[in-house]
């Protein structure tokens, strides 16, 4: 590993060439983005531009400072953060052109231009989103012990984005290797920032980061960085934009005030002229000089992509009894003895073992660097998961109620199901979320809810819901060598359910529905908790000779429609349960999808039977009332069936 010291004993002197070096690059980058603002005015590039002339010496004089494979995270106003960490500009204009020849292939854009191989996890256009990615890099460069640190760029704006403080918090509070860079161009869009908070320093000093105040010059920003890139640190930059936050079709500011074009337009305060008299004393000064060099052409490539499944894997000599909550255990302790990188992170995981016990004797068995307990920060540890898993770690998300998926949505819909297609398949974010769903605990409409609808709705993840103890343990193995992230809802009131799992090692692969029971008559397709009433319903209809088969899907993404269509094909009747809300949910999703497939084999409509359209109420009689129940299966079965 290399120490600060010795980073900075190799980078302390900063020569002639090195000073030239970091010169060329802030012209180059300046070069780039005035051909990408006439390629954005004469409506050759799609989209909007958000430039970084003005703002050069920042990204170039910390660039400087780090080692090729240092990481660094970006923002929508990017280009300068890209290039000065070694993009090449060719690439760069492929991509901001929305060709495949980019570095995501087209399909991130000027906003989310990305590279593994210098290290870039990625612009954002999310303000702040980066945050959490950049800190979860530092934790994953500290537990793996391999050196690295991570820049975490962000304009003012993201002050005011409580992801930022709850991220910059656990960083302190662990001492990881990454270094906040608030370039502060006294902006917000178009808004003065001094009218929307108190100042940058004020908002860092309660976390105690050590701090570096630079502005305009590249070596300073270099400096700066070589002293502190050891630890946690903010870096403050004054910055002085030329070009706005974005423009308009006609390559005007859009209702800008006139004294944004004041701060920074005048030649003596470019950055590039600051830096280069900064480079000679004053006595040697002279004009500055030019690099003309044309930006190299566009290539356009081919490629093609291809999609891997995990294989069913699965070898049972030895089956025992484990309740669910133990299958959950046994899945995540073999996962954690099998891959070093697996790791769990989240609120009361390791001595508490969460309030369902869930985990109880992890952090005894792997200890507390990889059992971690956070702050109540689900946003922050977050998305420190996703950027963890980006760069090399297999992190388990415990979210401790699926309620509280309202505090992550960003992170899960915005950056973890996003940055694989976003950066042309060149990153991957392995990691699962595990939470709960489920009424009937007597927790009030805060604590009780089903929401595993919402991410079955995102392309890019892939939902969870196991009924059994053995589906519980063979899912989640599979969840977590996915290479995609994984929502892994677990129903609280299921956790004492017990039931046969093997003792040999098994994996059971996503999108492959389980016939739970074989029938003729009505199909019945139920999913998580609702699984046990279908079964119980099963059993009420026998008695009246109606035979019921009863299908689980498993998985609602990706879905197995394949078997839910043949299923109603020969039955000729579905009926589908599940326990979140009836309307707009996964009930209609599968109805709509059983409908298509099977409309000529029907000899009825589907019908659908959900939670009541209220928050969970805390009374017993009332709470019971909103959740689907074996009677309800039951009689919307019969009347299907023509049974008196």
Request: aromatic share 8%; with cysteine.
């Amino acid at each position: 590993m290399t120490s600060a010291t010795q980073r900075s004993e190799a980078n302390a002197a900063l020569g002639k060439e090195q000073l030239l070096r970091m010169y060329r690059r802030m012209f180059s980058i300046r070069q780039f983005e005035e051909h990408a603002n006439d390629l954005y005015l004469r409506a050759l590039m799609p989209g909007l531009t958000h430039l970084y002339e003005g703002e050069e010496a920042v990204a170039v004089g910390i660039c400087e400072a780090l080692r090729p494979d240092d990481y660094i995270t970006s923002t929508h106003r990017g280009h300068g953060h890209c290039l000065a960490k070694g993009a090449a500009p060719n690439r760069m204009f492929a991509e901001l052109l929305g060709k495949e020849a980019g570095y995501c292939r087209g399909k991130g854009g000027s906003m989310h231009i990305a590279d593994p191989a210098t290290g870039n996890l990625g612009a954002n256009a999310i303000v702040g989103g980066s945050a959490g990615i950049a800190t979860g890099a530092a934790f994953s460069a500290k537990k793996l012990g391999n050196g690295r640190v991570c820049i975490c760029f962000f304009g003012e704006g993201a002050l005011g984005q409580g992801v930022l403080y709850e991220v910059m918090n656990m960083a302190q509070l662990w001492k990881l290797p990454v270094i906040y860079v608030c370039e502060n161009n006294m902006y917000n869009e178009y808004t003065r920032a001094w009218t929307g908070r108190t100042s940058a320093q004020c908002m860092r000093r309660p976390l105690g980061l050590s701090n570096a105040r630079e502005q305009g010059q590249a070596r300073h920003f270099c400096s700066a960085i070589l002293t502190d890139i050891a630890g946690t640190t903010w870096v403050t930059s004054i910055a002085n934009t030329i070009a706005p936050s974005k423009k308009s079709s006609d390559g005007l500011p859009s209702a800008i005030p006139s004294t944004f074009w004041e701060i920074g337009s005048s030649n003596k305060s470019s950055p590039i002229r600051r830096s280069w008299n900064g480079f000679k004393p004053r006595s040697r000064r002279r004009s500055m000089p030019r690099w003309n060099s044309p930006l190299p052409r566009l290539i356009r490539l081919s490629s093609r992509w291809s999609r891997t499944s995990m294989p069913e894997t699965a070898t049972q000599t030895t089956v025992r009894e484990l309740t669910f909550g133990e299958a959950i255990r046994e899945a995540l302790a073999e996962e954690m003895r099998r891959d070093p990188r697996v790791c769990i992170i989240g609120e009361d995981v390791a001595e508490a073992g969460t309030p369902f016990k869930v985990l109880s004797g992890l952090v005894e068995e792997f200890g507390k660097e990889r059992v971690i307990d956070t702050p109540i920060s689900e946003s922050g540890f977050t998305g420190i998961g996703v950027g963890a898993a980006m760069t090399g770690l297999r992190p388990v998300v415990d979210i401790m109620f699926g309620d509280f998926l309202t505090l992550v949505m960003d992170q899960i819909v915005n950056q973890a199901a996003k940055i694989h297609y976003m950066s042309g398949g060149t990153w991957k974010v392995p990691m699962v979320l595990r939470t709960t769903m489920g009424a009937t605990r007597r927790s009030a409409a805060q604590h009780s809810q089903s929401l595993h609808a919402w991410p079955s709705h995102i392309p890019g993840l892939k939902v969870v819901l196991p009924s059994t103890p053995y589906d519980a343990k063979g899912l989640l193995k599979t969840a977590i060598r996915d290479d995609n992230p994984v929502i892994f809802f677990e129903d609280k009131m299921m956790y004492r359910l017990k039931g046969p799992v093997p003792s040999e090692e098994y994996t059971i692969p996503f999108g492959v529905a389980d016939i739970k029971r074989a029938g003729t008559d009505i199909t019945l397709v139920a999913t998580s908790s609702m699984v046990q009433v279908a079964l119980g319903a099963a059993k009420l209809l026998e008695d009246i000779g109606i035979n019921a088969e009863v299908i689980d899907p498993r998985t609602t993404w990706p879905l197995d429609e394949k078997t839910l269509i043949e299923s109603a094909k020969k039955t000729s009747r579905a009926v589908v349960i599940d326990e979140g809300y009836h309307r707009y949910g996964v009930t209609a999703e599968i109805a709509s999808v059983i409908a298509e497939g099977a409309f000529y084999n029907l000899d009825g409509p589907v019908k659908r039977i959900g939670a009541m359209h209220v928050p969970i109420p805390f009374s017993p009689p009332l709470e019971d009332a909103t959740v689907p129940s074996e009677q309800q299966v039951f009689e919307a079965a019969r009347q299907l069936c023509g049974k008196s």
